[in-house]
């Protein structure tokens, strides 16, 4: 098997939690792995909203796909998959790195974990106006837009509704990412902003808006209530049945009219599908079963991607994360669940999957009925700071699973460092 | 003296060496210290060369304005100074919040510490192509071509003439922030870079290209062989005599017509006067004096800026740094110079400066002749690795005088992880 020719080729589409944590575990004696990303880096995405008001270093939070593991062990292509050739077997790509460079990786087998991108449902303004938290370069963007408001607001010849619309900030969504990074940005404005600026402390605010009648709505009652107490405690007003109309560059407009200024607004309404999935997934030439309600690809048990009927699986096509679905389950688009599919993917097939691969039907594994049981009880990472003790516990966590030593070390640094002199947010990343 | 209208009021236009360690370092029962300027932090210059070859971190590099004191008992305008009144005594500037927004501060003294903007000598391309190694931006923008240039020489179609050009990286400029960085660059490419791309390696080069006859030309004999030797010991190639004519997208033409292709090509060839020292001491509504040579301010050996004549100081007006010099001193534009001008001015004056400067002739001053002594005697801060000890001094260095325990402690971090692990320069920042 040292013949690199002779190796089972598999490629990776995307450089998130499915695809890297594939791509750190599959046994390369047996495999020959390429990761296919336009994105050159990992990103710790539970953290992004630390990073974003400066608890952690921004240069904590991802990692080069390149140094995922030892040496370069891993091929990586920096480029975009346009189509995916199924015939001849291979993905077609266009090159980041030269335009118009088109790029043909074969495989043998191919993983699509492609993620999503944030959903604006086409409300005019969002993407020109709003900030998003979905790549390191929205956390930085977030720093500077938080401090630029501060800044702008001390200048003199303001007025005091001025300097309250300039230090009002709205987050828009009631899901996972908007509650904790909320929270993150209450601890973040009430411990370091107002230190450095007692004078501004009486006209800043913050309010989380969401469409809906509560906040997390897919997860369980017994968190929403620890969530809704906690935002009651710290006082965070949340503007339930709030949907966003319209966008400008610093005040937007609510279904009914209300318009509400603000100094940054931060949108976490959602995902949707990338460019490819919808692709993959829709018009009559479609390869890939289409979940109609989150246009995510469908997948069966084995995270083998369907064809369009649903029925069979294409052969040597897996999905997992954000982009996919397993057929009749709704597993949550969350860092955990995809982590964990990609767990599930590599410890029961390493070694053992060249041999399913080439084979129709899987063989029995034994781990497989337990990735569906594992989902279900997939660990919500939300994170609000409820005290000292929460804030180890979770921190312990996330410096178990962030993936090198040197990271680790420095994510450590960076919250003692922060904890004993106060949040980094001033500065330049 | 509680009643702060009393106090007397000194701005300090720019957040560089001299500025920051004068705010640093004022007596701020006696004095209401202002500083004035378009960046909001303090740069470590002498470490942006280790910070854009990913040997420290660039969070570690600068500090926030607001925080080189332990509250904010300083205050700070971000804004551009456009004129100083002499009259009225306050400075006009442009705010850099809102665009078209003018601030007035006014002042009692006024010390003017705007630094210097790199020199392309009107070479065409230069801004457009070339980075330069002033700014933290500029570090970022060097990691981020480095790993590009890598990152596109991997690409397949390419003809190894087509790798070779996208792997020499050219330093222009022979003084020490020219070989100081190629000297790091080099660590960076054969340490690091040639492992993450071991198939690249035989394509790599540098070189430094300056237009003298030699390197550090104003520097010690003693000094330029040092440099030579660790430059021969290293296999790196320094072209002499080579002017710049012309920079394009991946090439630049010497005088002569030799044509170099590059990836990367960094601009260390010197340093002009910003605007507002040309308009200062230019025209016919000059105010103060205009090195000739240099086109600096010119000074007193008390540091006070002398009219157009050259003859009798302005009143409370103060230059010191790379925009300064004084008469007759030719003091060199480094960090170190800057550094001491604004501790002896802080140290001399603290306590007594009020009375000082309420006179016109200045008293007897205890460390009066020491200032130029102590300037023609600063250390060179350049720093090649030449081996293990000569690290730990100059790290020691810069630690002792890295402006926060923050600061300080992420600088000893991030040393100690760089020589663990390898340097971050694939990070993002």
Same mark, same amino acid.
């Given at each position: 098997?040292?013949?690199? %020719? ?6 990776i ?28 880096h ?7 909203a ?21 040496s370069? $062990?891993? +091929?990586f292509?920096?480029?975009?998959? $346009? ?13 980041t ?14 993983i ?8 604006? &449902?086409?409300? @005019?303004?969002?993407?020109?106006? *709003?900030?998003?938290?979905k ?23 303001? %007025?005091?509704?001025?300097r309250?619309?300039?230090? +009002?900030?709205a987050?828009?969504?009631?899901? @996972?990412?908007?509650?904790? &990074?909320?929270a993150?940005?209450n601890?973040?404005?009430?411990e ?6 007692p004078?501004?402390?009486k ?22 209530h ?11 007003p949340?503007?339930? =049945? /709030?949907?966003?109309?319209?966008? $400008?560059?610093?005040? &937007? ?18 995902? *949707? @599908? ?14 890939? *079963? ?6 995510r ?12 009927d649903?029925? /069979?699986?294409?052969?040597?096509v ?11 389950q709704g597993?949550?688009? %969350?860092?955990?669940?995809?982590n964990? !599919?990609?767990?599930?993917l /590599?410890?029961s097939y ?12 899987? @063989? ?8 569906? !049981? ?10 609000p ?11 312990g966590f996330y410096?178990?699973? %962030?993936?090198?030593?040197? !990271? =680790? ?9 922060? &904890? ?8 330049i990343?």
């Amino acid at each position: 098997m040292a013949d690199s %020719t002779r190796k089972h080729r598999v490629v990776i589409l995307g450089s998130g939690w499915g695809g890297i944590r594939l791509a750190q575990d599959l046994n390369l004696n047996v495999f020959d792995v390429t990761v296919v990303s336009p994105r050159d880096h990992f990103v710790m995405t539970p953290l992004l909203a630390s990073a974003a008001v400066g608890t952690v270093d921004i240069s904590c939070i991802s990692q080069p796909v390149q140094r995922i593991r030892w040496s370069n $062990e891993i +091929h990586f292509v920096e480029a975009s998959c $346009e189509s995916i050739n199924m015939v001849g077997k291979e993905v077609d790509c266009v090159s980041t790195m030269s335009s118009n460079s088109s790029v043909h990786v074969p495989f043998d087998s191919l993983i699509i974990a492609v993620g999503g991108k944030s959903n604006v &449902f086409g409300i @005019p303004g969002v993407r020109e106006h *709003a900030v998003f938290l979905k790549e390191v370069s929205d956390a930085n963007e977030i720093r500077k837009r938080i401090s630029t408001c501060f800044k702008r607001a001390s200048q003199e010849n303001l %007025t005091d509704d001025e300097r309250k619309n300039l230090l +009002h900030f709205a987050v828009i969504g009631g899901g @996972p990412t908007g509650v904790e &990074f909320i929270a993150e940005l209450n601890d973040c404005l009430t411990e370091d902003m107002n230190k450095l600026y007692p004078h501004l402390q009486k006209f800043v605010s913050l309010a989380l808006y969401t469409s809906g009648a509560s906040i997390l709505q897919s997860f369980s009652p017994k968190l929403v209530h620890f969530a809704m107490k906690h935002f009651q405690k710290n006082g965070i007003p949340v503007s339930f =049945q /709030s949907s966003v109309e319209s966008v $400008e560059e610093s005040k &937007f407009t609510l279904k009914g009219g209300r318009s509400i200024h603000y100094g940054m607004l931060v949108w976490c309404a959602g995902v *949707a @599908p990338v460019e490819l999935v919808t692709r993959l997934t829709d018009g009559p030439h479609a390869i890939a *079963a289409n979940d109609k309600k989150s246009k995510r690809i469908l997948t069966d048990e084995y995270l083998r991607v369907l064809a369009p009927d649903r029925m /069979s699986p294409l052969e040597g096509v897996y999905a997992l994360g954000d982009c996919a679905d397993i057929l009749g389950q709704g597993v949550p688009g %969350t860092a955990q669940a995809a982590n964990q !599919k990609g767990v599930w993917l /590599s410890k029961s097939y390493v070694g053992k999957w060249r041999a399913i691969l080439d084979a129709n039907d899987p @063989p029995e594994i034994p781990a497989s009925p337990s990735l569906i !049981k594992r989902l279900q009880k997939a660990p919500f990472y939300i994170l609000p700071s409820f005290g000292i003790l929460t804030f180890f516990i979770w921190r312990g966590f996330y410096l178990i699973i %962030t993936k090198s030593l040197k !990271k =680790q070390v420095q994510l450590l640094k960076s919250w003692v460092l922060n &904890f004993v002199f106060g949040r980094d947010i001033l500065d330049i990343q």
